[in-house]
């Protein structure tokens, strides 16, 4: 199974501030990588797909760079709504997996 | 509008069988690769399983042999039967759909269906 790395495991940041995730595969995965937002209580929400797509509706704050096996999630400006657990994620092959989330507070 | 509704959940004990459903609408289930996905309580997001267009299916090594998932065409519905229930199997099932052009990035999910597994 490939193994999704994801850092921090928790960050604090204020309004305003740019905040990067990232998320390391143990292989190879090309741009087979999403990011997901998930709010308490609810599904998540996908953000970004194939590394660097912004999905239909999303903000132009949030964005995703990387290929191969090191990507970077980040959010330009940081706005009180964002707080929530982030989630990498890759398909390149079965099973799907994901990093263990990053949970983003306001300072 | 486009839509999935999870039912089915509830609290079963352990080696018990539950089967969840996810209603879909504005699209159809058989045009689309579907997934379920679980979170265990406090817990990260987890694969279950997926069902391709053509009908191909493939497990997370964790539920292999034990849970099925398959479609009703005709009612435009997602399933899960699980069975051989676990402790650790308790979670929030999700069904998810991957957006056109993907099988795995995950555009539409259901609200979740709790399953508890306890004696």
Same mark, same amino acid.
């Given at each position: 199974?490939?193994?999704? =790395?994801?850092?921090?495991?928790? &960050?604090? #940041?204020?309004?305003?501030d740019r905040v990067t995730i990232t998320c390391q595969a143990s292989q190879d995965i090309s741009n087979y990588l999403n990011w997901y937002q998930q709010k308490p209580m609810k599904a998540p929400k996908l953000l970004i797909y194939e590394a660097s797509n912004l999905e239909t509706g999303v903000p132009s704050r949030f964005s995703g760079s990387g290929s191969? =096996?090191?990507? %970077?999630?980040?959010?330009?400006? &940081?706005?009180?709504?964002?707080? #929530? =657990?982030?989630?990498?994620?890759?398909?390149? $092959?079965?099973? $799907? %997996?994901?990093?263990?989330? %990053?949970r983003l507070e306001i300072k | 509008e486009v839509q999935l509704v999870d039912s089915g959940g509830g609290l079963i004990q352990p080696g018990g069988s539950l089967s969840l459903s996810c209603a879909a609408s504005g699209f159809t289930v058989s045009g689309n690769y579907m997934s379920w996905v679980r979170q265990?309580?406090?817990?990260?997001?987890?694969?279950?399983?997926? @069902?391709?267009?053509?009908?191909?299916?493939?497990?997370?090594?964790?539920?292999?042999?034990?849970?099925? @998932?398959?479609?009703?065409?005709?009612?435009?519905?997602?399933?899960?039967?699980?069975?051989?229930?676990?402790?650790?199997?308790?979670?929030?099932?999700?069904?998810?759909?991957a957006r056109r052009g993907s099988w795995g990035a995950f555009d539409v999910w259901g609200q979740g269906t709790m399953v508890t597994v306890s004696s």
């Open positions: 199974d490939i193994q999704m =790395t994801q850092s921090p495991s928790s &960050l604090s #940041a204020s309004v305003g191969g =096996t090191d990507f %970077t999630f980040t959010i330009s400006s &940081l706005q009180p709504e964002d707080i #929530a =657990t982030y989630y990498c994620q890759q398909y390149n $092959i079965v099973p $799907i %997996t994901f990093g263990q989330g %990053t | 265990a309580p406090g817990k990260g997001l987890e694969w279950v399983s997926v @069902i391709y267009t053509g009908g191909n299916t493939y497990y997370a090594d964790s539920v292999k042999g034990r849970f099925t @998932i398959s479609r009703d065409n005709s009612k435009n519905t997602l399933y899960l039967q699980m069975s051989s229930l676990r402790v650790e199997d308790t979670a929030i099932y999700y069904c998810a759909r």
